[in-house]
C-alpha cells in the first residue's frame, strides 16, 4: 500500500515519507522531515524538521511538531528532534527541536502523550513513558523508561525523574525524582513507592521487597542520603534495581526530592 495524503495537506518536497503513510486533512509537513513506515496524521498536524520520526506513531489532531525551542539563546540553527516507534501524540501535543547547534530532543518508543502534553527542548524521554494531559517538560527534562507523568505536573529544567516513577496530577517537581519512587504536591515530595506499577510491569516479590526497603532507608529512616545508600549497600543483596537507584540517587545534579 502506498501512502495516502489528503489533497488539503501541504507535503513538502523534500519530505521523506514512508510506506503505508496517512497524511489527514490539512496537516503541514516541511521540509528536512522523515516519517516511518505506517505512521498516520489525523488532521491539522503540523511537522517541522530536521525531524526524524519512527515507524508506526499516530498523531491525534492539531499537533505541533518540531517546532523551534522557545528557548529566548536559540539563534536559528539547526537542531533536531528524534522519535522512534509506535508511540501515541494526542490532541495539541508539542515537542519542541533542540537549542544549541546540532542538539537533539528525543522520544523514545511505545509512549502514550495525552493533549497538551508539551515536551521542550533537549528533552530525553524514554521508552513506554505515560504523560497524562497537559504534562509538561521544561528544556533539558529526562524521563526514565516507564514514568507516568501525571495531570498538569509541571517539571523544571534539568530535573530528572526515574524510571518507574509517578508523579501526582498538579505537582510542582522542582528535584530529581528517583526511580520506583511516588511524588506529589506543590512543591512534590516523594509519599511511597510505586508498589502497583512495579508489580504490573513484572516485578518479582522479591525485588519489590527490596525496593521498599530502600525507600524506607531513604526516605522514613533519620540517616542523611549518604549514610542512606551505605546501609542499602550493607543491609540488602546486589541486584539491578538498587544499582539502578543507587547511582540516580548518588549522581543528581539537583539532589532529589526528599
Known sequence: MTSKIHPTAVVDPGAQIGENVVIG????????????????????????????????????????????????KYAGEPTHLEIGENNVFREFVTLHRGTAPGS????GSHCYLLSYSHVAHDCVVGDHVIFSNNGTLAGHVEVGDYAVIG????????????????????SKIVQDVPPYM??????????????VGLERHGFSEEAIRRIKEA??????????????????????????????????VTNSPRGIIR
Do not use: M
Open 25 to 72: 486533512p490539512y496537516c503541514v509537513i516541511e521540509e528536512k522531515v522523515i516519517i516511518g513506515d505506517g505512521c498516520w496524521f489525523q488532521n491539522h498536524v503540523t511537522v517541522c524538521g530536521p525531524t526524524k520520526i519512527g515507524p508506526g506513531n499516530r498523531f491525534f489532531s492539531f499537533g505541533s511538531i518540531g517546532q523551534v525551542t522557545q528557548d529566548l
Open 104 to 107: 537533539v530532543t528525543r522520544i
Open 182 to 195: 511516588i511524588a506529589d504536591g506543590n512543591p512534590a515530595k516523594v509519599r511511597s513507592f510505586n508498589k
Open 215 to 248: 525507600y524506607r532507608l531513604i526516605y522514613r529512616s533519620k540517616l542523611n542520603l549518604q549514610q542512606a545508600v551505605e546501609q542499602i549497600r550493607v543491609d540488602l543483596a546486589d541486584s539491578p534495581e538498587l544499582e539502578l537507584l543507587i547511582e540516580f
Open 151 to 170: 495531570g498538569l505536573t509541571a517539571i523544571h529544567q534539568f530535573c530528572r525523574i526515574g524510571a518507574h516513577a509517578l508523579t501526582g496530577g498538579c
